[in-house]
């Protein structure tokens, strides 16, 4: 065999290796994009069944959408709506709105809101101030939506009379 024969059989066999790796990055490429093509009709089904007010089912679908496009904001944060407003869920619709919190950057405000209207109603008065309160850093005109939730002014008078009894109580432990 000839150098040229080398040559043109080594090109030959790179070219076998280029085009059967093209082969799988096409096959990867279609597999994704049916998933992704999937997991909005699944989050479709969710968003239907959600109107119907079959909120079981709607977090059935909105999770299915998740498994199979995990980075769509849209899924996790429709899912924490159902959760929290018709299934009282709060802890799960918080694990969605962190999950959110990663993903989208840009609404942190808003999440931080609806992560702390969630732990208020799981009793974390704290922790849904301090979600509120970091609302308000990064955008400081959501003191206007604040104004508006009775909840955020509840957590404050409740965690001020709880901090209170706890001084008392302090106080009663040194007379003792």
Avoid at 6 to 34: M, P
Avoid at 59 to 81: C, D, G, Q
């Amino acid at each position: 065999m000839g150098k040229e024969d080398a040559i043109v059989k080594i090109s030959s066999t790179s070219l076998e290796r280029v085009s059967s790796q093209i082969s799988l990055v096409d096959r990867i490429l279609s597999e994704r994009q049916d998933n992704y093509r999937q997991a909005q009709e699944y989050y479709e089904k969710g968003k239907s069944f959600e109107k119907s007010g079959d909120y079981l089912n709607a977090v059935h679908f909105f999770t299915k959408a998740i498994e199979l496009n995990p980075m769509e904001v849209t899924y996790y944060t429709s899912r924490a709506w159902t959760y929290y407003t018709p299934l009282r869920k709060y802890q799960e619709a918080i694990n969605d709105l962190s999950k959110a919190m990663e993903l989208d950057k840009d609404h942190l405000d808003t999440y931080y809101i609806d992560r702390g209207r969630n732990k208020y109603f799981l009793g974390d008065l704290e922790g849904a101030i301090n979600d509120c309160d970091k609302a308000l850093e990064l955008k400081p005109t959501m003191k206007n939506r604040l104004r508006f939730m009775e909840w955020y002014d509840r957590a404050h008078g409740m965690l001020n009379r709880y901090n209170e009894l706890l001084i008392k109580q302090s106080k009663w432990k040194l007379i003792e």
